[in-house]
């Protein structure tokens, strides 16, 4: 608890404890001695006197003159205790609004019961301690408006508080005390400032129909000023019927019906004169004031000038731009909007931080599953193959035959002993054999190999980038996140090493004298064999181009400019081809809140079946066969987030100065 709040906690409880003994005293002196009897004992009063009206209960004059108060019933106790007992729960559970009204009620009901009108001394002291400590956390958190509301909601209950009243007066200080003047009424206190008027208040009532000189003479008689008139006011008649008005709206109906203006001479005397430019120009005060507009540039300080004259219609503007200042002359209300909106354009503008995340996402799948059946099929006569082998290898089958490992008509022995000493090394052998058939057209065949996969690679990688860029309200900002890849824009050229050859020049030609130049001309062969390339680098990654632009509801309204460049894989005439992305559009979104952008950068998907034809087309069928599926996808995820970090205006419209031209009526200014 801060030390203010202790403070008005102390101030609430000595009150409390105060109220409750004076309350608590005229009950007691209210309540008559007992009468002594013979015996010494005391005797209970034969009457008893009724109570003091409180803020709970009227007095019997109010309740139609009766000399005493109602006596109330049994019944009336019941509910008066009911209502005592609920009360009480409301109290223990801090609701002390809620139990001072059944307080109140349970007082109604049984008047004569002291105990029920002291708890609505209590619980009424509690709820008022209760607004004021709401008040106070409502003031630390410089919320005015809630501490005013709570501390006229405490009144309301109490309204002779005094320590409501005091906290209502220090909150006035306050306001007060932090109230900023205009830029230009900072130092007008000190000299003197332009003359009030001090019309009398309350409503007045006018019914007059006469010239126009004597309506606005009792005019302002009504409201205690006195009116000198200028020649230039007509004396035609009009008529006036106004009814409980004040005094603005009474001189904006005068000036609207006789075409006048008035100046304060003093705070009771006025001058009225006839409303144009001329009377306007001669009458109406003019206030001479410097700017300092320190920092401005000499374009700044001259367009300052030209919203003085354009918009405030201020014809004597002065521009110093050595000095940075500017010197103006105009009435004093002109020069309070030209201060005004100064200040809203010397303080600044609203800045913003952008709080942008990227995120890439890249997913990578290939899976290879089932079973690859034998799509080739070799076939073979048995005898040529024999034929084939045994002629291969005559003179090891003459070294089996004579070494008596195998008979000579003994083919598959021979043929045996080659396979096993690696004389023979055939594909055929490798997998097996299948023979079919018989004699002369005995044939077999070698079956391939079934091969089984089931392999997965799976790959996941994300990226995440932070990126912060503050920005002033409308300044644009570029985020570049990415690479420079170079583009050759020219190639080497060589014209040869033997260098130029001319007839006549470098070589002999109709005249021998010039064989003496070929040296010259070798020299300037060898110097232009080469050129110097040109390179272009273009950039490639992600570009985000922004727009912060504040609302007064205080949300940001982004204009984006988002480009993706990429090399597409592929080039014409060696130039690589470049793939572009763009989006570009306006979001508005509360400070504080993000907006998310996902750009699809690359996707492919692949799917290869290896199986036999016919049977791997079959339904249910081509899940056993090999499936190579492959699956590629990256994305951009872009999430902006801005936060307001300066505001220089609060929410909603500021208030509006009001300038009148130099013909209109300014009775109501």
Known sequence: MSIAGAKWQGWTLAVCLLTVLAATTAVLAQTPAPASTADGQAQPAATTTAPEPSAAQPSAKAQGGAKSARVPTSGDRRRAAKVYLASSKLFDKDQFEAALQGFEKAAVLDPANPQYRMAVVVARSHAITALIQDAAKA???????????????????????????????ELGDDALRGAEKPLYEQSLDELGGPIQIAPAQGPHSFHLHTGQRQVIQQVFKGFGIEATLDDSVRSTQVRLDLD????????????????????????????????????????????????????????????????????????????????????????????????????????????????????????????????????????????????????????????????????????????????????VTSSIFSNGLALFGGGLTLSGFSPPPITAN??????????????????????????REGEKYPIETSSYSNLGTGGLNIPG?????????????????????AGAETTIPQVQYQD????????????????????LDLKIDSLGGSSLN????????????????????????????????????????????????????????????????????????????????????????????????
């Open 139 to 169: 003031r630390m958190h410089e919320n005015e408006t809630g501490a005013r509301a709570a501390l006229s909601h405490a009144l309301e209950l109490d309204p002779s508080n005094p320590e409501v009243a005091q906290h209502l007066r």
């Open 505 to 525: 020049l470098n070589t002999p030609g109709l005249s021998s004298s010039l064989g003496g130049l070929a040296g010259l001309a070798s020299e300037l062969g």
């Open 244 to 423: 409980n008005v004040q005094f603005r709206q009474a001189m904006r109906a005068l000036g609207l019906l006789t075409n006048t203006f008035y100046v304060p001479l003093d705070a009771h005397r006025v001058l009225v004169a006839r409303d144009d430019y001329t009377h306007r120009q001669n009458y109406v005060p003019q206030g001479l004031e410097t700017i300092y507009l320190s920092g401005l540039s000499a374009e700044e300080l001259t367009e300052m000038g030209n919203m003085a004259r354009n918009v405030f219609e201020v014809t004597q503007v002065n521009v110093d731009q050595s000095a940075g200042k500017m010197t103006v002359r105009a009435p004093y209300d002109t020069l309070n909007a030209l201060n005004e909106t100064l200040r809203e354009l010397i303080a600044g503008r609203d800045q913003v931080l952008l709080e942008v995340r990227l995120i890439q996402i890249a997913h990578t799948s290939q899976r290879n599953t089932g079973i690859q059946p034998p799509q080739t099929l070799t076939a073979f006569n048995v005898y040529a193959e024999e034929q084939q082998i045994l002629n291969q290898n005559a003179s090891a089958v003459q070294q089996i035959i004579s070494s008596g490992l195998a008979a000579p008509g003994d083919t598959e022995a021979i043929i045996a002993i080659l396979i096993a000493s690696g004389e």
């Open 454 to 479: 089931l392999s997965l690679n799976s790959s996941d990688s994300r990226e995440l980038d932070q990126i912060q860029v503050r920005l002033g309200d409308g300044e644009a900002g570029t985020i």
């Open 540 to 559: 490639l990654g992600f570009t985000l181009k922004t727009t912060p632009k504040v609302l007064r509801s205080g949300d940001v309204a982004l204009t």
């Open 574 to 669: 060696g130039i690589p081809i470049l793939d572009d992305q763009t989006y570009a559009g306006v979001v508005t979104v509360p400070s504080g809140q993000a907006v998310a952008l996902l750009s699809e950068l690359d996707k492919e998907q692949t799917r290869a079946i290896s199986g036999v034809p016919g049977l791997s087309e079959v339904p249910g069928l081509n899940d056993v066969t090999d499936i190579n599926n492959m699956k590629n996808y990256a994305s951009l995820l872009v999430v902006i987030t801005p936060h307001v970090v300066r505001s220089t205006q609060p929410a909603g419209h500021s208030p509006m100065m009001r300038v009148e031209a130099g013909t209109r009526n300014r009775f109501f200014d």
